[in-house]
Each structure stands twice: as C-alpha cells, then as structure tokens.
C-alpha cells in the first residue's frame, strides 16, 4: 500500500490480508491471532498517512476521506461502518498498531512541543485506555496529539537565511516563513514532503483494530482469547515498568540534594537529571541523526537543502528522536540545554543562564548523585539506577563556542560519530555542523557496554 499523491488513505481489511506484513513485526502476536482465526466479522482498518500527517489533533482521531483530505472521525464524509467499527473509541484514537516506518505522539503545551513517544514497526499503541475498564478517566487523552513520522526533527545546519529560503519558495512554491528556531523546522520539512515534483513515497502504515476485536479482548470469559489478552497485557506492563517506578527514582533524587547538597541546586538542573537518567534507561527519547528513513524522509529533504537550497558550508545532519534501547542499536543519544523536551517547566534560577555555567553544574549534579549511588546509601545500586552509576553509562558534555576543563568542544564529536556526518549525496567540501544552537549545551548519554 503505496501513498498516492502524498494523500492519506484508509481500507477496510481482514487478517488473512495482512498478517504477511504482521509476521515480519510480530510473529508472536501473529501466531496467536492465526489460532483464533479470525473471519470476516473481524475487521481491521488500514491506514496510510504521509509524513508530517497530524492524525491525532488535540485527542481527536482523525481519518481520511475518500480524497485523502483529513477530518475528525465524527465527520460526515467518513463511511459509518467505520465510523461503527471504531465506536468504542469515540472521537479519540482506536488501538493499533504500527506497520510500517513510525509515528511520534507528542503534547503540545506552553509554546513547546514535549515529544512522549516514538513508535516504530511492530509497536502498539493506545490500548491502556481500552482494555483496563475505569482506568481511562485518569488518562487525559484530550492533550495528546501523534504525528507520521517524527514530530520532533530538525536540520543542524542554519536553515532559516531570508535569501537561501526564497530558492525554496520560488522552486517549490512554498508558503513557510524561514524557520527562526529548531522547533519551526517540522512545518518546512512537512510541505516540502508535499511538493509533487519531489515524488516523496515516505508514508506509515497503521492497522487499527475494531470493537469486536476490543470486545473479545476485554472479555475474560472467552478463554479462546485468554493467550492474546496475556500477551498483550504482559506487553503493556513490560513497556511501563520505568514509570511505574519513575516517582520513586524521583523521590530519591530529590531527597539527595535535599540533604546531601551545599547549595542549593538549580531547579531547572535538577529535572534535567532526572531526564539524562531516563535517556539512560531507555525509557524517554533523545537525539540522534537520522541514517536511515524511518522517522521522516530524510535522504529527500537533504538532497532539497543541498540542491536547491543551497547549503554550502555544512551537511545537513537530520536529528530525530530515539530511545536508548538494545532493540534501536543505538550506542549514544544527545540531550541539549538549548532544545529541552523534557515534561518538567523549571524555572532557571538566573534569569539569563549562560551554557557553559549550566553544563558545569549539571556536571558535578550528575556526578554527585551517581557517586551517591554507587556508595549503596541509597540503596538503589542493587537497580537500574545503579547499573547506570556503575558500568552502564557515560554522560559527557559537550558545547560551542568555549571550553572548559570537563567540557569538550562539539566539533571532537564528529571524530566518534559518524552518523553526524551521514549525507547519501558526497560532498567533502561540507563539515560538520558544530556551531549548532543544538550544541550549545549539549550532553551525549553513552553506554558503556
């Protein structure tokens, strides 16, 4: 199922039309859905949405319609026994799951998008709300808004010159402003997407599961479906087992510099431990540049900013949100001071923080509470918490422009990464984009083995 005209496009399927492409990304589930043999009362929807297709808005689900223009599932022009199908759901998102390429779901709150997830081939998602009966209502569903493709993504290079942008404008008609910051990258990348004359092919598939479906799952006295409901509750709770304990990790910390810290910390520094120790566990997202398509286009939109752009000093390394895990094969993710996403606000406590001071507190912050850690004071060492502290993971940072002692200058990272330097189109005239924004104040989280 290729995107037609990058437009969106829904189909009514059964299993034994799919399951080719669900046995590549979950055989274990495939195998207990093949024993229920599921019929033709057992619908499924796929979806296909080009990049940048905003398919949650706010809480609400939005669909396709037969021109591929998006409306909320409420809309007339959906067919109702879509509409029908994913009743249980109201007019938020049904369950499902990814197929193909990813989806972020992300909050848009304060000026400020917090990226909450990336889910990639083979990852579910919102069946939480659906399957715990109650539950729900403690679930604000209403701020939540999933994009195709990563939300949180931006070039490193400055992309926002009046006067290279207008190439842009003219070749492609484009009616986004030069982008002023790394949030207002997203906007760019999405309707350069959209231009006929660049052909883009990059969509998500998303397969969404029916009411009966829902029904059998949920109901605990068909033993047919006993397997499936396990599995599928035993995948929620493996997925949620760091929030799950995220407020006594918090509490811990909180307590050390309570008690334990000559000064009074910065609070703002403090919550951005606790999210590198996230990073580290491989429960929140951090950066890292894009190799491959996945999370967006992005042989495309380098090849746009190399052509017909212009860029002719920098490659146009394109970071995007990751996870730390063994299942993403990544060794190293980037957090940076100057493009926070994590869910904490705190208020700096100088109204205007230099990076450099910055880096130099959250150094000897991160430092104390491992060291802290370590000891078996806490008596966390025997957990996750002490497996980071003790052999798991390396926090260094790194900044642009200045130096100091325990602060390494960014350029030394193209030397010990080269995904920064990925480009499909040779250039060697181009260099590394060290003097970034994103590197002024940046931290890279490493594991060790």
């Known amino acids: 199922m ?33 024993d229920l043999c599921p019929g033709k009362d057992f619908p499924l929807y796929l979806i296909c949405y080009p990049f940048g297709s905003i398919f949650l808005d706010d809480g609400v689900f939005m669909l396709p319609t037969s021109s591929g223009k998006l409306v909320p599932i409420s809309d007339a022009e ?19 799951i990814v197929l193909t390429k990813s989806v972020e779901a992300f909050i848009c709150i304060a000026n400020r998008i917090v990226p909450q997830r990336l889910y990639s081939a083979g990852e579910m998602f919102a069946l939480w ?37 207008k190439n842009l404008e003219r070749e492609f008609n484009l009616t986004q402003s030069p982008p002023k910051s790394l949030n207002n990258h997203w906007e760019v990348f999405t309707e350069l997407s959209r231009h006929p004359d660049l052909n883009c092919s990059w969509a998500t598939e998303l397969i969404f599961f029916s009411e009966k479906w829902i029904k059998k799952i949920y109901d605990k006295k068909d033993q047919a479906w006993n397997k499936l409901r396990i599995f599928l509750f035993e995948y929620l709770w493996k997925k949620s087992v760091y929030q799950r304990n995220q407020i006594l990790y918090h509490l811990i910390i909180s307590s050390v510099f ?99 001071q910055d880096l130099t507190n959250l150094r000897y912050i991160v430092n104390y509470f491992l060291q802290q850690v370590c000891t078996g004071s806490l008596k966390v060492d025997d957990t996750l918490l ?52 994103f590197f002024h104040g940046c931290v890279r989280i490493s594991q060790r083995c």
């Open 2 to 34: 290729n995107v037609k005209n990058n437009q969106s496009s829904l189909q009514t399927v059964l299993w034994q039309n799919i399951r080719t492409k669900f046995a590549k990304i979950q055989p274990q589930l495939t195998t207990l859905i093949d």
């Open 78 to 96: 959906i067919p109702q026994n879509v509409q029908k199908g994913l009743a249980y759901a109201g007019t938020k998102i049904p369950a499902g």
């Open 129 to 165: 709300g659906h399957m715990l009966s109650g539950d729900f209502f403690y679930h604000p569903p209403r701020i939540f808004s999933m994009s195709s493709g990563a939300r949180s993504i931006f070039m490193l290079p400055k992309i926002g010159d009046y006067y290279f942008h």
């Open 258 to 356: 309570a008690n334990n810290y000559n000064n009074k910390p910065n609070p703002y520094l403090i919550d951005t431990l606790k999210y590198l120790l996230a990073i580290a566990a491989g429960a929140k997202l951090g950066f890292t540049a894009g190799t491959d398509n996945i999370s967006a286009p992005i042989d495309l939109l380098q090849n746009v900013y190399l052509e017909h752009y212009r860029l002719r000093e920098y490659i146009p390394t394109i970071m995007h949100p990751a996870y730390l895990t063994k299942e993403s094969n990544l060794r190293a993710l980037y957090y940076s001071l100057q493009f926070p996403i994590s869910e904490e606000f705190s208020q700096k406590t100088r109204k205007f923080s230099v990076a450099l």
């Open 386 to 437: 002490g497996w980071i502290a003790k052999i798991g993971t390396i926090f260094n940072l790194y900044s642009n422009p200045g130096s100091h002692k325990y602060i390494i200058p960014a350029n030394e990272l193209a030397k010990i990464d080269p995904k920064l330097l990925y480009s499909k189109t040779t250039n060697n005239q181009l260099h590394f984009a060290a003097t970034s924004t």
